[in-house]
């Protein structure tokens, strides 16, 4: 059974910065597609950024150029860097693990970016 733990979430001030991390339990890791996703209230979980095994990365158009996924495989853990955050940022967010098509989830991490 996998397990995700996030952690890094808080309260910032427009233009601030946070680093997310997500720790995982198991060893199919290095084998899984990584992702972060986040849900704010009233709105539709969303697809924030991935990282495929092999490293290829993706990015929601919202956060492009200034968010950063990334992974370590050593600490089976996923990073999300954010930068220069907005209020529109403010969400709860999730470690997503995919892999042989089944996802898990993590229990999710607040981040909150005020004006």
């Known amino acids: 059974q996998v397990q995700l733990v996030e952690s890094g979430g808080g309260l910032v001030q427009a233009g601030g910065s946070l680093r997310l991390s997500c720790a995982a339990s198991?060893?199919?890791?290095?084998?899984?597609?990584l992702g972060w996703y986040r849900q704010a209230p009233g709105k539709q979980r969303e697809l924030v950024a991935t990282?495929?095994?092999?490293?290829?990365?993706n990015y929601a158009d919202s956060v492009k150029g200034r968010f950063t996924i990334s992974r370590d495989n050593a600490k089976n853990t996923v990073y999300l860097q954010m930068n220069s955050l907005k209020p529109e940022d403010t969400a709860a967010y999730y470690c997503n693990l995919n892999i042989y098509l089944r996802d898990y989830w993590g229990q999710g991490t607040q981040v909150t970016v005020s004006s």
């Open positions: 990282i495929t095994s092999g490293g290829r990365l």
């Open positions: 198991g060893s199919i890791f290095s084998i899984s597609a």
